[in-house]
């Protein structure tokens, strides 16, 4: 019996598809996503070869970039565009904007991840978006020029830097209420926290330094400074960081000295510095924690260092002016 054949537009159609469902489903691809401030762009990178893979137009001036809680979308601030665009993973393109209100810079998701906490710069506010609505929930009035944010270990609190006022606010994400004003170094940048919760990192551009704060207490504990040879003081000036799944190791970015520093957590001692290049920026590790990916803004590239010899493996060409990478992996 000779069966009908199958008409090849049908085919072909079939055959989209089929594709186009594998792509969406894609997942841990090991893409490496760079946001570029002045191509307005994201520039998606091979995880192996490091090659080129796509350059996915954005909003202006995309900056601080999450993976999402299922890990298959990218949300990128786009600043000048006053969004953020959602990128996804599958099909490597932008599907959706979220209004986040003027001047974004940063941002972190609730525990669940149905809301969005974005810094307004130009506003001194911290603007609450639903994200399946697309919805301005609530703002928040915190010091001048607010950057880094950070959604504490169990969700409880929100953790946002004044740059102007050198200071961190603590607020409260059940009541949206500031509980604490923490003076910390001169122009806050950037957080991280140990994995039980107990101590929030905050970097100070303008301190070369590093203030660890009491999560319990709100109140600061100590502070960590930074000295790499060859720098004079105004020329360290951290910004990004990073620290381990154990939380045994930070690594802190420190700007225009073009180093990372490598930060025993329990004893605060800088254990190492690594060159890497110029303004050295963000920062993130990839998930077995081998490789510590560094983007330089001022040299366009990133730099990718093995965390056992602390020794850089290679430099990637990315766009103009890189600000921040994801690892889906």
Not at 73 to 95: T, Y
Not at 110 to 124: L, M, P, T
Not at 206 to 214: F, I, N, P, Q, R
């Amino acid at each position: 019996m000779t069966r009908p054949k199958t008409p090849i537009r049908t085919l072909a159609a079939l055959l989209s598809l089929g594709l186009c469902a594998g792509a969406a489903l894609a997942k841990d691809t090991g893409y490496l996503f760079v946001s570029s401030e002045n191509d307005n762009a994201v520039t998606v990178l091979d995880g192996k070869s490091f090659q080129v893979v796509k350059t996915i137009a954005t909003g202006e001036r995309p900056r601080d970039m999450k993976l999402s809680a299922d890990r298959s979308q990218v949300f990128v601030i786009a600043s000048n565009s006053e969004r953020v665009d959602v990128i996804d993973i599958g099909k490597l393109e932008v599907v959706r904007s979220i209004d986040v209100g003027e001047d974004p810079e940063m941002f972190d998701f609730s525990k669940d991840g149905s809301r969005i906490y974005v810094s307004n710069e130009e506003d001194a506010e911290v603007s609450v978006i639903d994200v399946a609505a697309n919805k301005v929930l609530a703002k928040i009035e915190v010091g001048e020029e607010p950057e880094g944010v950070l959604v504490g270990k169990d969700g409880s609190r929100l953790y946002v830097t004044s740059e102007v006022a050198n200071m961190v606010h603590v607020i409260d994400t059940a009541s949206n209420a500031i509980l604490a004003n923490v003076v910390v170094g001169n122009r806050p940048r950037r957080f991280a926290d140990t994995p039980d919760g107990s101590e929030v990192w905050v970097t100070n551009e303008l301190g070369a330094s590093v203030t660890v704060l009491d999560a319990k207490a709100n109140a600061v504990k100590e502070t960590v400074t930074f000295a790499p040879k060859g720098f004079r003081s105004d020329d360290v000036t951290p910004v990004g960081i990073v620290m381990t799944r154990d939380g045994k190791t930070a690594y802190v970015t420190l700007g225009r000295a073009n180093h990372v520093a490598v930060v025993d957590v329990a004893t605060r001692k800088v254990r190492d510095y690594v060159l890497v290049g110029s303004r050295a920026w963000g920062a993130t590790l990839n998930r077995d924690e081998s490789m510590l990916v560094v983007v330089n803004g001022l040299s366009d590239d990133i730099s990718l260092v093995d965390t056992k010899t602390n020794k850089v493996l290679r430099s990637v060409p990315v766009g103009r002016v890189p600000h921040t990478a994801v690892i889906d992996d």
